[in-house]
């Protein structure tokens, strides 16, 4: 069921039911326009409002089980890489910068890698290095995640990166470039509408990091896995995500704290590059 077949159904049962939009949409706490999208599958509803406007309908209990659980499944889409490298990674990159820019405030927690919005080009190339694209699907990806940085210099918005110890001290690419990379780091955590916070490896933890993700304003979620990406605007899932970044956060150096310890792995790059 998609959220045009969601929509037709929640209407459906309001004109089975015999009850005016404006009445149930009143009695959803939603406005009319809100409930007429939905019926017209011009809006995907969320998990909440498909709840609310099966229980302003009286509905039995199995048909709101049964509803909520597809309006999860609309709210929640899965992707496999390999779909995306099939189509062009750099489509997937412009996609993804058209949601950036409807972003007022983007959160990153990141465990695997230096987040996309801060790496280099070098440390792009590395990322995509086992992914089979060819010289010229690189080069196009590449370039779309150049483009995508652009939104940083964008003052009436916030970024918040959080970044574990570790990914810092991975060496993806050969020393000097991850010194470079550290320094990109340190560099655009001086720009003031960009935070960035590194979870120490010495400090103890409630949490695991089970996985990276960006959160966009609090309507959005995508999860990276190592086979797909998933997508979900579930209020109740972003909750959860949001709830896992506000715990990293509270335990992440940032500010001069965080540069020092950056600019400290920095210098055991340099130092390994001129002892080979």
Known sequence: MNSMDLGRTLRELREADGKEAKAVARSAAMSPSKLSKIENGRLAPSVIDVERILSALDMPAEVKARLTEAARMVATEVTAWRIYRRTGLHKHQEEIRAIEARTSLLRVFQASCIPGLLQ?????RAVQQNSELTEDALEKMIGARMRRQEVLYDRQRTFHFLIT?????????????MAAQLDKLVTMSRMPNIAIGVVPQSAPKEDLPTCSF?????RLVIVEIPHS??????PRDVEQYMRKFDGFEHLALTGD??????????????????TS
């Open 229 to 234: 990406e998933i997508t979900t605007s579930d």
């Open 165 to 177: 110890e570790s990914v810092l001290r991975w060496e993806l690419i050969r020393p000097p470039m």
């Open 214 to 218: 960006v959160m966009f304003d609090n």
């Open 257 to 274: 704290v965080m540069r020092s310890m950056v600019e400290s792995i920095r210098d055991g790059f340099l130092r390994e590059q001129e």
């Open 120 to 124: 280099s080009p070098e440390y792009v």
